[in-house]
């Protein structure tokens, strides 16, 4: 099922030509309207008349997150204020948020993409969508809700917290469809059972979780506790919000990124360079269509990889890897990377393991310590310590086989470690304190 | 003949003890006994109470890990040597001990002692076949 079966199927070469057109386009009106991009454009030797094929990308500026700071609020705006009839802002948990602002075009187009990837997901007019991700400034809540309004489902603006309340309002509406972070979904799950409600008696049939990064055994684990049909969904307010990327409900494998508003790149993070596909990298991404704050390369700092292999679900548009991670979220402990999604993926594959788990990074006499904090529940609980002991060295023994990173398992009461309503706080890293 | 017994995970943290005694207190649940064994990170606390069900009711709601394991109380003669006869007998017979620990009260002029076997019901037998009185739980949960 499609919603713009034609844009989403156009042939290769056909998505190609309109990117490029599309590009030039774009660089052609920040080069006009953007001092920051006139500058940027200049000092690399490029305009949009010398742009002649799409690998010509190459050579434009990238954008930093710094970028959007410096430009606080409104620098990189490519239009006047009177055109804008939307702001939205990252949560900017260091600092100053960053800005983006849409024309009434770009909420247009937003609305396009959350309903084709609604539609990915496999979700139909009809649907009732219980939509947790927070409204306000985090483009997550209206951003699903537009979506959903586009697609003529019937939409339920729930926001985050009030858990209690969420679980009555899901149970009594008949919730089909739930939108929110992987790790609330589980929370949730959590605390319905502790009213005695299982998730798997509901109506939900489809669950599109994004905003931070989940592992596949964590997506086995939440179809398995919630019975439906779990999908991943990939998007940044600095680009435009959810909806950039979807996973489709036919395979599953890879997020395919709207090709026709978003070229994506795979970089090394480190030297800059274009890598081939397959290859993991930092994905940066160039929006071709947007008119209120049109971004050139932005360096989104996740890690994935790409691949234009054909889908079975016959869209055409490339396929970006389940996140591993945000290239800041990734550890490097005693000169390791290590990504909290690799520790998860690690702990999920444990029997009886439940995925609420905290690393805590330390610095004791210039030596790294990681400690992987995991919950005991009844699953795993034993009444003799040397059954617990092996537990944790079974745990250790894989990190360091998997990761070659050595870490410290500590077992730790159930609900000790914070439970989050919105983004999971998975990692405490006290190197930088002391 | 099997004697239930409550076994609660616990981080090794200031307070904890203190709140799972409280739990139980306050569910006038009554401890008839108790043995902790510790690691650096935690411990597990094993209860025999003089009513499980209530004691598990109560400590899993407030958010704790228990589990139900079946243990053995047999009489022991209060002299010198008296655990090391029945610990030889168990011993003849290739029966594991995986924890044991000390009950609380006498009963009569014996002391009682708490055993975790691996093999719960081939103990039972080696024991009674030997004459060592296995005392059932109801005894313990009320004296």
């Known amino acids: ?434 | 003949m099997h004697v239930e017994q409550i076994s609660i995970f616990i981080e090794n943290k200031f307070g904890r003890l203190a709140e799972v005694t409280r739990i139980l207190g306050d569910a006038g649940v009554n401890i008839r006994t108790l043995s902790l064994a510790d690691t650096s990170d935690f411990g597990i606390l094993r209860l025999i109470v003089n009513d499980t069900e209530k004691a598990r009711t109560v400590l899993k709601e407030r958010g704790f890990t228990v589990s139900k394991t079946e243990v053995v109380a047999v009489e022991i003669p209060d002299r010198p040597g008296g655990l090391a006869d029945i610990l030889q007998v168990l011993d003849a017979d290739g029966i594991n001990v995986e924890y044991m620990y000390a009950f609380v009260e006498r009963c009569g002029e014996n002391a009682v002692m708490i055993f975790r076997f691996d093999e719960t019901d081939k103990a039972i037998a080696t024991l009674t076949g030997k004459s060592f009185n296995v005392l059932p739980g109801e005894r313990l949960y009320s004296m």
């Open chain 1, 1 to 434: 099922m499609f919603f713009n079966e034609e844009f989403e199927t156009l042939p290769r070469e056909a998505l190609q030509a309109l990117q490029l057109k599309r590009l030039k386009a774009m660089v052609a009106r920040v080069e006009k309207s953007v001092p920051f991009y006139k500058e940027a454009l200049a000092k690399a030797g490029v305009t949009s008349d010398s742009i002649k094929t799409l690998a010509d990308l190459q050579r434009l500026p990238f954008t930093y997150k710094q970028d959007m700071r410096d430009s606080y609020p409104y620098n990189l705006f490519a239009v006047p204020m009177e055109d804008i009839v939307r702001i939205h802002a990252s949560s900017g948990t260091t600092g100053k948020p960053t800005v983006v602002g849409y024309t009434r075009k770009d909420i247009d187009t937003w609305s396009e993409l959350m309903a084709r990837s609604f539609v990915a997901a496999g979700v139909h007019k009809g649907d009732i969508i219980h939509n947790s991700y927070g409204y306000g400034l985090f483009t997550g809540g209206l951003g699903a809700h537009y979506g959903a309004e586009r697609l003529g489902a019937s939409v339920i603006p729930m926001s985050g917290g009030n858990t209690k309340k969420q679980i009555m309002i899901m149970q009594d509406f008949g919730s089909t469809v739930l939108t929110c972070t992987p790790s609330y979904s589980l929370f949730m799950a959590e605390a319905a059972k502790e009213e005695g409600i299982d998730f798997r008696d509901l109506k939900l049939r489809v669950g599109i979780f994004g905003a931070e990064p989940w592992s596949e055994e964590m997506r086995r684990d939440i179809e398995t506790k919630l019975n439906l049909s779990a999908v991943d969904i990939y998007g940044l307010s600095e680009i435009m919000g959810p909806g950039v990327a979807i996973e489709c409900c036919e395979a599953k494998k890879g997020l395919h990124v709207w090709e026709d508003h978003f070229i994506p790149e795979i970089i090394n993070p480190e030297t800059c360079e274009v890598l081939p596909e397959g290859q993991m990298g930092e994905l940066v991404i160039t929006t071709i269509t947007k008119e209120g704050i049109p971004l050139i390369r932005y360096r989104t700092r996740d890690i994935t990889s790409i691949t234009y292999e054909p889908c079975a679900c016959g869209r055409t548009h490339a396929r970006i890897a389940r996140m591993s991670g945000r290239s800041d979220d990734m550890l490097i402990i005693r000169g390791v990377n290590v990504f909290p999604s690799q520790i998860e993926a690690i702990l999920m594959g444990v029997e009886g393991v439940e995925p609420h788990y905290v690393l805590i990074v330390e610095r004791k006499d210039n030596l790294d310590t990681l400690e992987v904090q995991v919950e005991v529940g009844e699953n795993i609980f034993s009444d003799e310590i040397k059954h617990l002991q092996a537990l944790s060295a079974k745990i250790e023994k894989q990190i360091k086989e998997m990761l070659g990173v050595t870490c410290r398992v500590r077992l730790v009461e159930p609900k000790s470690i914070t439970r989050s309503e919105g983004k999971a706080k998975r990692v405490i890293d006290n190197r930088n304190k002391a």
